[in-house]
């Protein structure tokens, strides 16, 4: 069993910038892809961004390429997501997760955090 924590959502202006940190447990965290998922009222969970084990590889979604940057610390068994230049349509619950393999889809991925709320607030 794998258990994940988010920290560090939050209310925050347009423009503004947060760190979201994911906390994990119960596996070999460092041999784990991970996923940053977002899921805003109405609308279906989405990939934000995910990362292998050794870092190598990334995936992000369009929308927050060159904003959100997913990194991790296999020391702290840590998955981190740096969010800059925030807009209202960022505004969601963001979610951690791990898999074997960082993919887009959401059904790749075996644990979930509780999810963190963002609003963005103009």
């Known amino acids: 069993q794998v258990k994940l924590v988010e920290s560090g959502g939050g209310l925050v202006q347009t423009g503004g910038s947060l760190r979201l940190s994911c906390a994990a447990s119960?596996?070999?965290?460092?041999?784990?892809?991970m996923g940053w998922f977002r899921q805003a009222p109405g609308k279906e969970r989405e990939l934000v961004a995910s990362i292998n084990w050794n870092s190598i590889i990334t995936v992000s979604a369009d929308s927050v390429k060159g904003r959100f940057t997913i990194s991790r610390d296999n020391a702290k068994n840590t998955v981190y997501l740096q969010m800059n230049i925030l807009k209202r349509g960022n505004t969601a619950v963001y979610y951690c997760?791990?898999?074997?393999?960082?993919?887009?889809?959401?059904?790749?991925?075996?644990?979930w955090g509780q999810g963190t709320q963002v609003t963005v607030s103009s």
């Open positions: 119960g596996r070999s965290f460092s041999t784990s892809a």
């Open positions: 997760a791990a898999g074997n393999v960082a993919m887009r889809s959401p059904d790749r991925y075996d644990y």
